[in-house]
């Protein structure tokens, strides 16, 4: 399945050297004062796609189309709890809201292979 990822210019470099890395903290100068800010992982630990662009721009201006290898996904619809990390059955989270899939959480980076840069035009 393509999906996108969002990060920041920086981090993509990064990605297309290095791979994916789900403990890796992002660039400095991206948060607060030049700081590094804590990956947030809300739904969960793992890589954050969605099919939707719109949604990954949300986690930086930077955009990869990658291809993803779900494996057995789990659906989660949140009603305001934090779940816990994807159990070990599973390979991948899909995020479920008003019965569309916003958020995919994939497990682990052998899942993904990135298959383009996005440039957007800023005007």
Do not use: W
């Amino acid at each position: 399945m393509f999906l996108f990822h969002g990060t920041s210019e920086e981090n993509i470099k990064s990605i297309i050297k290095n791979n994916f890395r789900i403990d890796c903290l992002p660039h400095p100068g991206e948060g607060e004062n030049g700081q590094r800010r804590a990956k947030s992982m809300v739904f969960g630990r793992g890589v954050y796609f969605s099919c939707l662009p719109a949604v990954s721009l949300m986690y930086g201006t930077g955009l990869l189309l990658c291809k993803v290898v779900l494996g057995t996904c789990q659906e989660f619809q949140p009603q305001g709890e934090i779940p816990p990390d994807i159990p070990d059955m599973f390979d991948s989270r899909e995020v479920i809201k008003d019965g569309v899939g916003i958020v995919h959480v994939v497990k682990k980076p052998c899942q993904i292979l990135p298959y383009c840069i996005i440039k957007l035009k800023n005007e």
